[in-house]
């Protein structure tokens, strides 16, 4: 059980933040992530606009054999990708959760240049602590 | 539980098969802009549904109102859900390996669910959200459906270029009375 991978894009599309907690995802390079979340973002558009029903809001869940992918994005635009196994229980709790440690120690922190990728050690902390006992 | 529309795209990318249930219907009536689709070969039943022998055209001038912002053909959406659920089937293949494949999505107002055969062939569902998994509904919809009546039949091209060859009564007799079985 647990949470395999986060992922945070900024409001244009562009990755910055990424991390592994647990095996089950490949480590692809950091280019390819680069390419994953512009995909993403440009899929996460689209499927707002084929919708046969209107007003809808673009991929909130995806599910593959070996893994389920939630995304959040917030009122401004900013995208939270969360990796799970299949079956893990509460994610949209998990989601919530790394969006408060995220306005936390990344928004808060006044070093921190907005859209551009986070290196906050606060937050790789307190996330990696928030993540590491639901394992 | 609503199904929405059944797409069928074949191993050149090409969308080979559009079926629509309820949308049309739904919108059409309050359509204010763009031309109805009803100039086109498709023929509306008085429910508002295609008759089966319109539903496999595919369509250049039928709009669908229901968007806000544009007015996107039947056709122009075939072709934005194929890039959609091959994007997500590279993305899921790239991220845990070859031998995984990409299942389902849904929005807060639709789901999407997908099957790929091993030819290449692909599957898609679109529903409403309350919908349990229907991966398997696109597999028997394979096997009992498209092999028995469009790979079976003698008369039917190997290729099916602009959906020629899956426009069989019986497929579409098929298909209707199988996706009403799930609805109800």
């Known amino acids: 059980m647990g949470i395999l991978s986060i992922l945070i894009l900024n409001k244009a599309g562009g990755l910055i933040y990424q991390r592994d907690f647990n095996e089950g995802l490949k480590k692809l390079s950091s280019n390819d992530y680069l390419v994953l979340a512009g995909t993403f973002h440009g899929v996460h558009a689209i499927t707002s606009r084929i919708s046969p029903v209107p007003g809808s809001g673009g991929l909130e869940v995806m599910e593959s054999e070996h893994f389920r992918m939630q995304c959040f994005q917030t009122l401004t635009g900013t995208k939270f990708l969360i990796f799970a196994q299949p079956h893990q229980p509460n994610i949209d709790v998990i989601v919530k959760r790394v969006y408060e440690l995220y306005a936390d120690y990344v928004m808060k922190n006044p070093f921190y240049q907005i859209e551009m990728p986070i290196r906050c050690e606060a937050f790789d902390r307190n996330l990696l602590a928030y993540i590491q006992p639901r394992q | ?184």
């Open chain 2, 1 to 184: 539980m609503t199904i929405y529309s059944f797409y069928i795209f074949d191993r050149h990318c090409e969308c080979i098969y559009i079926k629509q249930w309820h949308q049309q219907d739904k919108f059409r009536p309050t359509s204010s802009a763009g031309p109805s689709g009803t100039d086109s070969p498709a023929s509306l039943t008085g429910d508002g549904k295609r008759s089966s022998a319109g539903s496999t055209l595919l369509r250049s001038n039928d709009t669908n109102p229901s968007r806000p912002g544009g007015r996107l053909s039947v056709q122009d959406d075939a072709k934005l859900i194929f890039g959609v659920v091959f994007s997500l089937r590279n993305m899921v293949r790239k991220l845990s390996g070859p031998e995984d494949s990409f299942i389902s999505y849904r929005t807060g107002a639709y789901k999407l669910h997908y099957y790929e055969t091993p030819t290449n062939l692909k599957f898609v569902l679109l529903t409403d959200v309350k919908m349990n998994n229907l991966r398997v509904v696109l597999h028997q919809i394979y096997v009992n459906l498209y092999v028995e009546f469009v790979v079976k039949n003698p008369l039917s091209p190997v290729e099916h270029h602009g959906g020629e060859g899956v426009a069989v009564e019986l497929f579409e007799m098929g298909l209707d009375g199988f996706i009403r079985t799930i609805q109800d």
